[in-house]
């Protein structure tokens, strides 16, 4: 299994290969993954005060579909607000870059790494959890 | 430069001087050598008792005692289930190790299944067992010790000569897997006390499809129950017609490697260690995995903290390696191997073997140094671990987030 074109393209012309300082306010900063997996992805967003994703950086340990995912995950996101990026389903990760079945799960970890970030922002900006749709018994 | 091959334990070329060797059995020379009553049986027969002298006098054995197989998978499973079938009223009990092949990891598990008990020795964290580990072993009805010579990922090479003596004290009977060893390291059956000894073509420059199983006749005369029944060639322990093309091939590669041998294991080791030089001056945070003393000339296996293997082997594509990343296995798990020496997981992912061989050259070391050191750079760049440890932050200490 040869690597795919646009997996070899992300290793050789990383795109938003970084870091930011994860202790301001409107920065999000999700770590997925562990060591002994072989697998870690940091990602980080910038939001505005629109809740818009105006930067987002990654840094991964990892295969070359990992690292492929995660950098595809950075330059998806950037631009959405932080309610649409947590629409990224892993699925489109896969078609984006034809990983074969045995990589899915490094575009699943993408998108975790995703969510994770846009729940660190949150929680930073006191947005509570999005309501569950139940309705009170009485009302 | 045009590609690099540096996985030679995987699999090596032909020699040229093998296959020129080869080709007659496929054309002019076709006969069967099982075919006793005409010129084309008589030639292929006596290629092939040719042949098996050129591979006996490797490692100091009579070409009576060589049995052609398919290569070492089939010569693991004949040697260890052949004698656990044949000795099983003399015992059940066997000795191997944990981090041997999967070809004889598998044999032994499944005896397992059918009333055998095996005891899986711990190598310590250079891959080496030692004689105390065998002999503590060792009970009253230990039928078999199966130790690999050399280890394929990490080359280190076992105590062979002193557990060899031990067998021959405690008479029981001795198998290795030579597989890597054969042909690289001086390997002789009488004064390490060898009884079974497996061997592949395809890991000595020869063809894929071959190999041979050594099978002592005397002091003591093994014996053992064929996998394979149809006929009794090769003395009743391995039926069907002969590969004479690839047995010719076999004999030709093992000649050509005990000549070569003596120049060729000094000029590998010396590319080996200018690999290992060159990439401990120009990295940090490297170790290299194995033993530095007992060790494959042409083996070396190297852990680069904070990058993983896989994608690693995709930065400097153009040079063949093997890693011990769970990401190059189908089964998603990383080198059994390398967690038998104890290595934490995070280095067995970042782990790569690089096995030179004799077509391997100088400007070939020079050049992976350099894409290594290159792609490990790069690859730190991007990784959040290096990214922690650079800032003084245990990453032993850390809580990871599963998922």
Known sequence: MAYSDKVVDHYQNPRNVGSMDAALKNVGTGIVGAPECGDVMKLQIKVDENDRIVDAKFKTFGCGSAIASSSLATEWVKGRTLDEASQLKNTEIVTELALPPVKIHCSVLAEDAVRAAIADVKKKRGHTQPAATTVAANS | ?403
């Open chain 2, 1 to 403: 430069m045009k590609s690099v091959y540096l996985d030679n334990n995987a699999t090596t070329p032909v020699d040229p001087r093998v296959l020129d060797a080869m080709l007659p059995y496929f054309r002019e020379n076709f006969g069967n050598a099982a075919s006793r009553n005409h010129r084309y049986g008589w030639v292929a027969e006596e290629a092939v008792d040719n042949a098996r002298e050129q591979v006996a006098k490797v490692i100091n054995a009579s070409s009576k005692e060589i049995i052609w197989t398919s290569g070492s998978t089939e010569g693991n499973n004949t040697a260890i289930l052949g004698v656990a079938r044949m000795y099983a009223d003399k015992g059940k009990h066997l000795i191997t190790c944990r981090i041997e092949h999967k070809a004889v990891i598998d044999p032994c598990k499944f005896l397992e299944t059918q009333g055998y008990e095996v005891t899986w020795l711990e190598p310590d964290p250079t891959g080496r067992v030692s004689l105390e580990q065998v002999k503590q072993a060792m009970r009253d009805d230990t039928i078999l010790v199966s130790l690999m010579f050399a280890n394929n990922e990490v080359g280190t090479i076992h105590p062979i000569p002193e557990i060899g003596a031990l067998c021959k004290q405690r008479e029981i009977i001795f198998h290795t897997d030579a597989t890597q060893a054969f042909g690289k390291v001086p390997i002789d059956v009488e004064a390490m006390g060898i009884d079974l000894l497996s061997l592949s073509a395809h890991k000595i420059y020869g063809p894929k499809g071959v190999g041979a199983l050594y099978v002592r006749r005397k002091k003591p005369r093994v014996r053992l129950q064929p996998l394979i029944h149809g006929g009794g060639h090769e003395r009743g322990m391995r039926s069907g017609t002969l590969n004479v093309p690839g047995i010719v091939g076999c004999g030709a590669a093992a000649e050509v490697a005990m000549n070569e041998m003596p120049t060729e294991s000094v000029r590998i080791a010396g590319l080996r260690d200018r690999m290992w030089a060159g990439l401990s001056e120009h990295l940090t945070e490297i170790s290299r995995n194995g033993n530095p003393q007992h060790c494959l000339p042409n083996t070396l296996n190297v852990s680069f903290l904070y990058v993983e293997g896989e994608s690693l082997m995709m930065g400097f594509s153009d040079i063949a390696v093997s890693s011990g990343s769970a990401c190059t296995s189908a089964s998603l798990e990383p080198s059994y191997v390398l967690k038998g020496l104890g290595l934490g997981d995070d280095l067995a992912h970042s782990s790569i073997r690089f096995s030179l061989g004799r077509f391997t050259t100088e400007e070939e070391i020079d050049y992976t140094i350099k894409e290594v050191v290159k792609a490990v750079n790069h690859l730190r760049n991007m990784s959040p671990l290096y990214e922690m440890a650079q800032q003084g932050i245990d990453l032993s200490k850390v809580v990871w987030q599963h998922h």
